[in-house]
């Protein structure tokens, strides 16, 4: 059976995932990419916030055509959407926008507005965990751009792992990468990158809860700044 057809129960692949982390932890992150594609076939796909298009890059080389998964929260930056709509016109990959169940609007109308000054944490799961789910039952495998130097919540991040909620295997090929790793290779290949990073921000996430980073802050300081939340709910 190939790869696209072949089915594979939870606990195989988990095993899967916990082998390859291994065995991969050394390889190149198109090479993990490469294994990806090999093992997976269609039901593998990168998931982009359009930060940049690192790994949506290193995955057309692996998978010509590859799903890129993307959230359209409703709270984007213009520029965001704007390299979503430029990756879809250059590369080699096949974007696919998934947006709530609910515009912004009607989430103010039954949340309250501001949702996501009050609760983050639950406007995340409203707009980004719970499409993300519904989006990925399909596939087998979905692969990241996290990277271990981004920040303390990170370090440990496997290039292959196992997504215990969704039941799938997460892969990371860039976990290794340095932020100059990742300059390096936009330079030396013209991939798309978010125009935000050229002008002081390090992550880029929804608009009203992203800020410039200062000096001597990691990566991820400028999500949700002046408070205890680190991460959106995506990864753990």
């Known amino acids: 059976m190939t790869a696209v057809q072949e089915e594979r129960t939870t606990e195989d692949l988990k095993a899967l995932a916990e082998r390859a982390g291994r065995e991969l932890e050394d390889a190149t992150a198109l ?62 990959v096949n974007v696919i926008t998934l947006t709530p169940r609910q515009t912004v609007a009607e989430q103010d109308a039954e949340y309250g507005p501001k949702l996501h000054a009050r609760d983050p944490d639950l406007c995340c799961a409203l707009r980004k965990v719970k499409p993300l789910e519904e989006g990925l039952k399909g ?5 990241t751009g996290l990277r271990r130097d981004e920040s303390e919540t990170r370090a440990n991040t496997p290039v292959v792992g196992w997504d215990e909620k969704r039941g799938k295997v997460k892969i990371s090929p860039i976990a290794k990468w340095s932020q100059e790793d990742v300059q390096t290779y936009v330079t030396e290949h013209g991939v798309l990158t978010n125009p935000l990073l050229m002008d002081g921000y390090a992550s880029v996430g929804c608009a009203p809860c ?9 990566a991820r300081a400028g999500r949700w700044a002046g408070r ?6 995506l990864h753990g």
């Open 31 to 92: 090479e993990i990419l490469q294994w990806a594609a090999e093992t997976f076939g269609n039901r593998f796909c990168v998931t982009s916030s359009m930060e940049d298009a690192v790994v949506a890059h290193l995955a057309s080389r692996a998978l010509p055509g590859v799903d890129v998964v993307f959230l359209d929260t409703g709270y984007h930056f213009p520029e965001t959407i704007g390299t979503r709509d430029a990756v879809e016109a250059v590369m080699d």
């Open 139 to 143: 596939y087998q495998a979905w692969a």
């Open 210 to 218: 992203t800020r410039r980073v200062l000096e001597g802050e990691d």
């Open 228 to 233: 205890s939340k680190t991460e959106c709910g």
